[in-house]
Protein backbone atom coordinates (compact mmCIF):
# COMPACT_ATOMS: atom_id res chain seq x y z
CA UNK A 1 0.00 0.00 0.00
CA UNK A 2 1.20 3.49 -0.92
CA UNK A 3 -0.35 6.93 0.37
CA UNK A 4 0.02 10.04 -0.67
CA UNK A 5 -2.00 12.48 0.80
CA UNK A 6 -5.55 11.74 0.85
CA UNK A 7 -5.24 9.11 -1.98
CA UNK A 8 -3.73 5.36 -1.33
CA UNK A 9 -2.10 3.17 -3.82
CA UNK A 10 -1.80 -0.68 -4.56
CA UNK A 11 0.79 -2.20 -6.46
CA UNK A 12 -0.14 -5.81 -8.18
CA UNK A 13 2.80 -7.62 -9.97
CA UNK A 14 0.70 -9.33 -12.96
CA UNK A 15 4.28 -10.58 -14.83
CA UNK A 16 7.68 -10.67 -15.11
CA UNK A 17 8.79 -9.63 -18.38
CA UNK A 18 12.18 -9.80 -17.89
CA UNK A 19 15.53 -10.47 -15.81
CA UNK A 20 18.77 -8.33 -16.50
CA UNK A 21 17.26 -6.33 -19.00
CA UNK A 22 19.53 -4.38 -21.18
CA UNK A 23 18.36 -0.44 -21.29
CA UNK A 24 20.37 1.88 -23.26
CA UNK A 25 19.90 6.31 -23.71
CA UNK A 26 21.46 7.24 -27.29
CA UNK A 27 20.74 10.86 -26.25
CA UNK A 28 22.52 10.42 -23.25
CA UNK A 29 25.42 8.15 -24.32
CA UNK A 30 24.18 5.73 -21.89
CA UNK A 31 23.68 1.53 -20.88
CA UNK A 32 22.82 -0.34 -18.02
CA UNK A 33 20.87 -3.13 -17.13
CA UNK A 34 17.71 -3.41 -14.48
CA UNK A 35 17.55 -6.52 -12.57
CA UNK A 36 13.85 -6.97 -13.50
CA UNK A 37 10.78 -5.83 -15.50
CA UNK A 38 7.72 -6.01 -13.93
CA UNK A 39 4.36 -5.49 -15.35
CA UNK A 40 2.19 -4.10 -12.70
CA UNK A 41 -1.35 -3.08 -11.67
CA UNK A 42 -2.14 0.03 -10.03
CA UNK A 43 -5.35 0.77 -8.21
CA UNK A 44 -5.28 4.52 -7.07
CA UNK A 45 -8.51 6.08 -4.83
CA UNK A 46 -8.55 9.61 -5.37
CA UNK A 47 -12.26 11.28 -3.83
CA UNK A 48 -14.11 7.93 -3.70
CA UNK A 49 -13.09 6.60 -7.38
CA UNK A 50 -11.13 3.82 -8.41
CA UNK A 51 -8.68 4.67 -10.95
CA UNK A 52 -6.85 1.69 -12.08
CA UNK A 53 -3.29 1.48 -14.53
CA UNK A 54 -1.03 -1.17 -16.01
CA UNK A 55 2.59 -0.01 -16.49
CA UNK A 56 6.06 -1.43 -16.90
CA UNK A 57 8.20 -1.15 -13.94
CA UNK A 58 12.10 -1.25 -13.64
CA UNK A 59 13.17 -2.96 -10.16
CA UNK A 60 15.98 -2.83 -8.82
CA UNK A 61 17.22 -5.29 -5.92
CA UNK A 62 19.96 -3.40 -3.81
CA UNK A 63 22.06 -5.66 -1.05
CA UNK A 64 24.19 -4.30 1.51
CA UNK A 65 25.82 -0.80 1.20
CA UNK A 66 25.14 1.69 -1.90
CA UNK A 67 26.74 4.97 -3.04
CA UNK A 68 23.53 6.91 -2.61
CA UNK A 69 24.11 9.56 -5.58
CA UNK A 70 25.03 6.41 -8.14
CA UNK A 71 21.67 4.69 -6.99
CA UNK A 72 19.63 7.59 -7.34
CA UNK A 73 21.36 8.73 -10.71
CA UNK A 74 20.53 4.81 -11.81
CA UNK A 75 16.63 5.63 -10.91
CA UNK A 76 16.28 8.98 -12.41
CA UNK A 77 17.98 7.35 -15.54
CA UNK A 78 15.19 4.35 -15.11
CA UNK A 79 12.23 6.70 -14.58
CA UNK A 80 12.87 8.61 -17.62
CA UNK A 81 14.09 5.48 -20.23
CA UNK A 82 11.12 3.62 -19.03
CA UNK A 83 8.69 6.57 -19.56
CA UNK A 84 6.30 5.02 -22.14
CA UNK A 85 9.46 3.04 -23.76
CA UNK A 86 7.82 -0.14 -23.36
CA UNK A 87 4.62 -1.68 -24.43
CA UNK A 88 3.12 -5.28 -24.13
Do not use: H, W
Request: charged share 30%; glycine share 6%.
Amino acid sequence: MLSEGKNESKLKVLQVINAEQMITSPNLGLKGKTDLVLYCEVTTKKEGNLEIRRCFVPFELKTGEREVALYNMQVIFLKKKFNGSFRL
